[in-house]
């Protein structure tokens, strides 16, 4: 897989961006524990269109946020749970 076939959410809305910092937050307590935050901090999550986090990591390297929808997976997980 190739970073062509990932959507990446540009626009992101501002419930989106609220969720991103929570995310931002959480690792930067992990990061900080370890040894390895540095500024800035990046994150990568994957956040519902309403700005439920689906998941979040961080990880050394990573050199710009990146916002994704929930994965495929976990939207078909929960029609599967509401039935």
Same mark, same amino acid.
């Given at each position: ?60 390297? $990573?050199?710009?946020?990146?916002? $994704? ?15």
């Amino acid at each position: 897989m190739t970073t062509d076939t990932i959507e990446i959410i540009e626009k992101p809305t501002e419930k989106q961006l609220e969720t991103l910092e929570e995310a931002r937050q959480f690792w930067s307590k992990i990061a900080k524990q370890h040894g390895w935050y540095k500024e800035p901090f990046y994150v990568q999550a994957w956040i519902r269109e309403n700005g439920e986090l689906d998941d979040c990591v961080s990880f050394q390297g $990573l050199d710009q946020d990146i916002i $994704l929808p929930a994965r495929i997976e976990d939207l078909y997980e929960e029609d599967m749970n509401a039935l």
